[in-house]
T-cell receptor
Framework: AQSVTQLGSHVSVSEGALVLLRCNYSSSVPPYLFWYVQYPNQGLQLLLKYTTGATLVKGINGFEAEFKKSETSFHLTKPSAHMSDAAEYFC?????????FGDGTTLTVKP | DTAVSQTPKYLVTQMGNDKSIKCEQN?????MYWYKQDSKKFLKIMFS???????INETVPNRFSPKSPDKAHLNLHINSLELGDSAVYFC?????????????FGSGTRLTVV
C-alpha cells in the first residue's frame, strides 16, 4: 500500500521569500511522484512530476522538486514567492495503477 | 479549447432531488475519473472508467451512478441528494499510462444541497 503525507496543512511566507512545501511518501518501491496546484475556484493543474532519471525536476511557474529516495521525500520549492503563488498544493504518488493524493497544503503569500 | 469540461459549474438543489453532472474531454485520453473534494479540500476518488468500462468504484453510496456513453464522456448522476453530498466534484482524465503522466482535471462542479 502506498501513502503520502504533506507536512503542514498551512504555510505562510512573505513575498520574495523561499517557498518550501513538504511531501513524504510510503511505498514498497519508489513510485512516480507529482505536485499539483489548485488556484481558488479552479481544478488541479499539474506542476511537475518525477518518473525516472534526474532527481531534481523543474516545473511551471519557477517551482522545482527533488526526489530523495533515502528520505522518501519529494519536497516542492520556489526561490522567491509571488502573490500569485497563493493556492492549494497537492502531492500525489502513483504506483501499480493506483494514485494517492496528499491532504493538501494551503500556501499564503503575504505582501 | 477546454481539455476537460464539466457542466454545470455550480449546482444548488434541495435534499431528495436527483441531479446530473456532465464531463467531456477532448484530449483523446483512455481513462476518466470522478473525484470528490470536501470542505477541507481533501480529494477522494469515486470512480474510474477506462474506455467506457468501470475499473475503480470506491466505497461510494449507490445513489451515485456514473455513466460513460463513450470514452470522451463520463457523467455522474446522483439520486436522492443528501446534505452530506455538498462538495466540489472534479472530473479528470488521463492517458493509459497515467502513472507517468498524471491527470488533467476539469474546473469542478460545486454542488450545494439545501
Amino acid at each position: 500500500a502506498q501513502s503520502v503525507t504533506q507536512l503542514g496543512s498551512h504555510v505562510s511566507v512573505s513575498e520574495g521569500a523561499l517557498v518550501l512545501l513538504r511531501c513524504n511518501y510510503s511505498s514498497s518501491v519508489p513510485p512516480y511522484l507529482f505536485w499539483y496546484v489548485q488556484y481558488p475556484n479552479q481544478g488541479l493543474q499539474l506542476l511537475l512530476k518525477y518518473t525516472t532519471g534526474a532527481t531534481l525536476v523543474k516545473g511551471i511557474n519557477g517551482f522545482e522538486a527533488e526526489f530523495k529516495k533515502s528520505e522518501t521525500s519529494f519536497h516542492l520549492t520556489k526561490p522567491s514567492a509571488h502573490m500569485s503563488d497563493a493556492a492549494e498544493y497537492f502531492c500525489a504518488v502513483s504506483l501499480a495503477g493506483k494514485s494517492t493524493f496528499g491532504d493538501g497544503t494551503t500556501l499564503t503569500v503575504k505582501p | 479549447d477546454t481539455a476537460v469540461s464539466q457542466t454545470p459549474k455550480y449546482l444548488v438543489t434541495q435534499m431528495g432531488n436527483d441531479k446530473s453532472i456532465k464531463c467531456e474531454q477532448n484530449l483523446g485520453h483512455d481513462t476518466m475519473y470522478w473525484y470528490k473534494q470536501d470542505s477541507k479540500k481533501f480529494l477522494k476518488i469515486m470512480f474510474s472508467y477506462n474506455n467506457k468500462e468501470l475499473i475503480i468504484n470506491e466505497t461510494v453510496p449507490n445513489r451515485f451512478s456514473p455513466k460513460s456513453p463513450d470514452k470522451a464522456h463520463l457523467n455522474l448522476h446522483i439520486n436522492s441528494l443528501e446534505l452530506g453530498d455538498s462538495a466540489v466534484y472534479f472530473c479528470a482524465s488521463s492517458h493509459k499510462d497515467r502513472e507517468r503522466n498524471g491527470y488533467t482535471f476539469g474546473s469542478g462542479t460545486r454542488l450545494t444541497v439545501v
